[in-house]
């Protein structure tokens, strides 16, 4: 008999601000509300698993979250929990205990990560491939990323070679720089040396692996908690565990990537997106994913589907290739009918 592999378990992950909890995320596309920015992100949710269920993807999906009651999210958001559930999504509750360690709120979310790959990973074999990824993201070719599962000990990640004195929307100042990373880990012990940054928005690894990821970053806010030093997101402390090779991480940026899309991005332009695996996508919260969750959400799949099995019009659809003159005002002109709608809605209400 043919040796059998288990099952890729594909986590999404998003965590449900408290009423008075402040947070900042620069690419939300979304009202500054509790409610509101995690119905958006649930939006990106439905359209990253019909990427991978409407396609058929031998995988399984969950979503690890610590939304009690739906309600609180209005109409639409339990619409959207009731999508998810429709795609084979296993709902798992998710408290939030590696927040940042100090008063940060910009991606104050960035380390549930963690406890995303801790519930995940609680009832899975140790064998069990796991891929945690961030909810703006597309399936474009999930077997060639499977594919590339990492063997035990070893993490999947996407590398980024940003400038020294690159900055995170503020961060910097606090010496959490790629500079200020190689720095931090000089004085621990580390070679000279940029280290490669680690992105968070794909991580990859059996679920015994990604278990010791978690304990290895337990261990290392405890040494920089004695030292003084905080880093509040999930890529600042990755990279420093990359840094210190305390954990060896393993580069898919040729099968998975962050595309820049939309007329006013400065980011650079990638050759040939259509042969990658897996697209992130933080500029098409408010736009392409938002407009295919819509439809997933009302059942209106035929040409999702049919984009879906071709590459080109995939990358069409979700403004990788292809956007010109035409293309940018349908796209404006839905931006304007929907929040027009909305604010109806509200005067309504």
């Known amino acids: 008999?043919?040796?059998?592999?288990?099952r890729p378990l594909v986590v999404q992950y998003l965590y449900l601000h408290g009423p008075d909890e402040a947070f900042h995320y620069p690419t939300a596309r979304s009202a500054p509300s509790a409610a509101r920015v995690a119905t958006r992100y649930?939006?990106?949710?439905?359209?990253?698993?019909?990427?991978?269920?409407?396609?058929?993807?031998?995988?399984?999906?969950?979503?690890?979250?610590?939304?009690?009651?739906?309600?609180?999210?209005?109409?639409?958001?339990?619409?959207?929990?009731?999508?998810?559930?429709?795609?084979?999504?296993q709902m798992l509750h998710t408290e939030y205990l590696h927040r940042p360690g100090d008063d940060s709120s910009t991606y104050v979310s960035s380390?549930?990560?963690?406890?995303?790959?801790?519930?995940a990973a609680e009832a899975q074999a140790p064998e069990r491939p796991m891929w945690l990824t961030d909810l703006d993201c597309v399936w474009l070719d999930a077997e060639r990323v499977f594919a590339l599962m990492p063997p035990a000990g070893?993490?999947?990640?996407?590398?980024?070679?940003?400038?020294?004195?690159?900055?995170?929307?503020?961060?910097g100042s606090a010496g959490r720089t790629p500079r200020g990373i190689e720095e931090l880990a000089r004085s621990m012990g580390a070679e000279p040396g940029l280290p490669p940054w680690v992105g968070g928005e794909l991580l990859g690894g059996t679920a015994a692996s990604l278990r010791e990821l978690v304990e290895s970053v337990e261990q290392l806010d405890g040494e920089l908690a004695s030292a003084g030093h905080v880093l509040p997101t999930?890529?600042?402390?990755?990279?420093?565990?990359?840094?210190?090779?305390?954990?060896?991480?393993?580069?898919?940026?040729a099968v998975a990537s962050r595309i820049h899309t939309g007329p006013r991005t400065s980011g650079p332009k990638l050759?040939?997106?259509t042969a990658l695996g897996l697209w992130h996508l933080p500029a098409e919260k408010g736009l392409s994913l938002r407009r295919t969750a819509a439809e997933v959400r009302s059942g209106r799949?035929?040409?999702?589907?049919?984009?879906?099995?071709?590459?080109?019009?995939?990358?069409?659809?979700?403004?990788?290739?292809?956007?010109?003159?035409?293309?940018?005002?349908r796209d404006d002109l839905w931006i304007v009918t929907n929040k027009t709608l909305t604010r109806a809605r509200a005067l309504a209400a």
Not at 111 to 119: E, F, K, N, S, T
């Open 234 to 253: 999930e890529e600042q402390v990755l990279t420093l565990e990359c840094a210190l090779g305390r954990m060896p991480f393993r580069d898919l940026s």
């Open 1 to 6: 008999m043919p040796e059998t592999k288990p």
């Open 301 to 329: 799949t035929k040409l999702l589907r049919r984009d879906l099995a071709d590459p080109g019009r995939t990358a069409r659809r979700f403004n990788v290739e292809g956007v010109g003159l035409p293309r940018r005002v």
């Open 111 to 119: 380390r549930y990560v963690l406890d995303a790959i801790l519930a």
């Open 42 to 89: 649930l939006e990106c949710a439905v359209t990253q698993a019909a990427s991978l269920q409407l396609k058929g993807e031998a995988c399984d999906l969950a979503l690890a979250t610590n939304i009690t009651d739906p309600a609180a999210l209005g109409r639409t958001g339990e619409e959207l929990l009731r999508t998810l559930e429709r795609l084979g999504v």
């Open 271 to 273: 050759a040939n997106p």
């Open 154 to 171: 070893e993490i999947a990640c996407i590398h980024f070679n940003y400038p020294p004195a690159w900055d995170v929307v503020g961060f």
